[in-house]
């Protein structure tokens, strides 16, 4: 039997809703993630309710995100998803000295991020970024650039997520950045000034959510994600 919890959100999940339907893709907050085709509904909706409610929890200890404490924000995001079933399988961080090199932060991004992907991985990742750069996904974008960009910091994650064995494996990327001159109005999009001073920093990890252990804490974390804070977060990206 479908619980009160259940009903109370299945229209706002129900764009990605697929299980083998096809590749998808969605801004969740300040995350934009695409889901390979061989990922359930189930395991989407895990992703994006956990990986949002530990957005809420390291925004509610560093809000603003500024860029001196990426770290410790990046950190409260892991804490929250531990406790949740996710474990780390790879992690590794670097800063980006000549940022500005790449002319754009997308163009960075695809760049350092495909890096870390694989060829059919790389391929939906690059579909994602470019779908969200069109006018048909502006309302996803905006969403996207409220929740990621703060002033003159930005802080994002990128990634995809596919099926390991019934537990959703996720490839995401940190970004950070931190613009002196300008104010950040689109985080993905944002222009480099050529030669500019742009600090900026990127974590990758590769983690997997535990099915089994987050089916005992599903029900609560749906409970502390509101419904009015999920139709804010929430946008499918049309690819």
């Known amino acids: 039997m479908a619980s009160a919890n259940d009903e109370r959100f299945s229209a706002q999940v129900q764009p990605l809703a697929g299980n083998g339907t096809g590749n998808?893709?969605?801004?969740?907050?300040?995350?934009?993630?695409?889901?390979?085709?061989?990922v359930t509904r189930q395991m989407k909706e895990d992703v994006m309710f956990s990986t949002l409610l530990a957005q809420l929890g390291a925004d509610g200890k560093y809000p603003g995100r500024p860029m001196d404490k990426s770290k410790e924000w990046?950190?409260?995001?892991?804490?929250?998803?531990?406790?949740l079933g996710w474990t780390m399988k790879t992690f590794s961080e670097t800063e980006i000295g000549d940022a500005?090199?790449?002319?754009?932060?997308d163009r960075l991004v695809v760049d350092i991020v495909g890096a870390e992907l694989e060829g059919p991985e790389y391929a939906l990742f690059l579909d994602m970024i470019n779908a969200l750069g069109k006018p048909t996904n502006s309302d996803p974008l905006w969403v996207f650039g409220q929740t990621a960009?703060?002033?003159?910091?930005?802080?994002?994650?990128?990634g995809v997520v596919s099926?390991?064995?019934?537990?959703?494996?996720?490839?995401?990327?940190?970004?950070?950045?931190?613009?002196?001159?300008?104010?950040?109005s689109s985080a993905l999009f944002f222009p480099f000034e050529p030669a500019s001073d742009i600090p900026y920093s990127a974590i990758?990890?590769?983690?997997?959510?535990n099915a089994n252990v987050y089916a005992q804490?599903?029900?609560?974390?749906?409970?502390?994600?509101?419904?009015?804070?999920?139709?804010i977060m929430f946008r499918e990206i049309e690819l």
């Not at 995001?77 to 531990?82: A, P, Q, T």
């Open 100 to 105: 500005s090199a790449y002319g754009s932060v």
């Open 149 to 158: 960009a703060h002033g003159h910091d930005a802080s994002f994650q990128v």
């Open 163 to 184: 099926n390991a064995g019934g537990n959703a494996l996720f490839k995401c990327a940190a970004h950070q950045y931190y613009s002196k001159a300008d104010t950040i």
């Open 74 to 83: 990046h950190k409260q995001y892991w804490h929250v998803l531990h406790n």
């Open 204 to 209: 990758y990890q590769t983690m997997e959510l």
């Open 217 to 231: 804490v599903r029900e609560a974390v749906r409970e502390r994600v509101s419904r009015d804070v999920w139709e």
């Open 24 to 38: 998808s893709a969605a801004v969740n907050g300040s995350a934009a993630v695409c889901y390979m085709a061989d």
